[in-house]
């Protein structure tokens, strides 16, 4: 059953509020996503980073309806769509091959997937590929598309595009390729764009222009970015927001400046020290272990087998995300234990200087 709310231009562009997904499988049931929220306003940039096999995908795709196979679903929570003024639309509600969900995806909000060889058929050219989207959403001619076509691959970039329109992807290099994909995704104008690992497998250069020209085009087009990536060093360079997930959990949230000036998790602040800097002659530091398997049973802090700083609290029960500080949400004991007592040694300073 779709569910539709009345909106306000204060509402986020899109809003997931405890957010759960699991996968049903023969040897048990997989929690991909356990409890996550988030939301991003029109303009603004929002990094997801963590681990593989944190959820970040899961996530991302849930949005789109896309999640794969027919044993994937949405089993509690909501995303909530600011669609306009008078309309909000729960997307966990809607059924993924419905009517609505395919005029709002690949339309007002659209991703770039993470493998673009994979992504792009390779039996038809590119700009058929980027005319498909166009032709379906915009309701326009096929003279038009290409028109259109064209004019967007001049805008992500790529040279002498009249020509390259008709080309096919094993003809472009990997960093053409992923251009082509951003192409597609921003075809129809959306509000709202997901990119999923979108320099994966490029060399430096390269990444650093696709980051600039996912930013430059996000500014221009005023959209809502959700960046998904490993890489703490992309996030730097464009999210206004970030969220660190582990284990199909946020675990911390806040302005993209506190988390690198601050970071308050553990995992988060391990993960930056495993960032390489140049002219760093400071070892990297790796987390030793990995993220567990997703049949395991659940106690405790998810990151505290490969956590430094345990307490028994850690290891016996889950903490709740808490505000350490004006926008600054974080999931570990150590630190709200930490805030708990310098409250307390705050409130006992006042009361002594009355």
Known sequence: METELAAS????????RNLKIQIHTDIGV?????????S?????????????????????????????????KVADGQILYNRSDSEIIDL?????????????????????????????????????????????????????????????LDLVGIPAASQRV??????????????????????????????????????VTVQAQILELI????????????????????????????????????????????????????YTQRLLKAIPRIGSKEELLQIEGSVPSPFSIRKGCDFAPRCLETVQKCKDQLPEMELIEAQHQVRCWLRQDAKSLNDKEGAKSTNNNE
């Open 92 to 152: 966990a509600t809607l059924k993924p091959t419905g009517a609505k969900m395919r005029s709002i995806r690949g339309n007002e909000i659209a991703m770039i997937f993470q493998e673009p060889m994979s992504s792009l058929n390779p039996v038809y050219t590119i700009g058929d590929q980027i005319m498909e989207a166009i032709i379906l959403h915009q309701r326009v001619n096929k003279t038009e598309a290409r028109k259109r076509a064209i004019k967007m």
């Open 166 to 203: 008709d080309e096919y992807p094993h003809q472009l290099s990997g960093g053409m390729r992923q251009r082509v994909m951003i192409a597609i995704a921003l075809s129809c104008n959306p509000r709202i764009l997901i990119a999923d690992e979108p320099t994966t497998a490029l060399d």
């Open 40 to 72: 991003v306003h029109a303009g603004q940039a929002l990094g997801i980073v963590g681990e593989s096999g944190c959820g970040k995908s899961m996530t991302a795709l849930s949005i789109m309806g896309l999640l794969p196979g027919g044993n994937a």
């Open 215 to 266: 930013k430059q085009l996000q500014i221009e087009f005023n959209m809502a970015l959700i960046l998904i990536t490993h890489d703490l060093g992309v996030v730097r360079e464009v999210a206004d927001d970030v969220a660190v997930m582990y284990f199909g959990r946020v675990v911390e949230h806040a302005p993209a400046a506190k988390i690198f000036k601050n970071p308050s998790h553990p």
């Open 30 to 38: 997989v929690r991909a996503v356990e409890n996550v929220s988030f």
């Open 9 to 16: 231009s204060q509402n986020p562009l899109l809003d997931v």
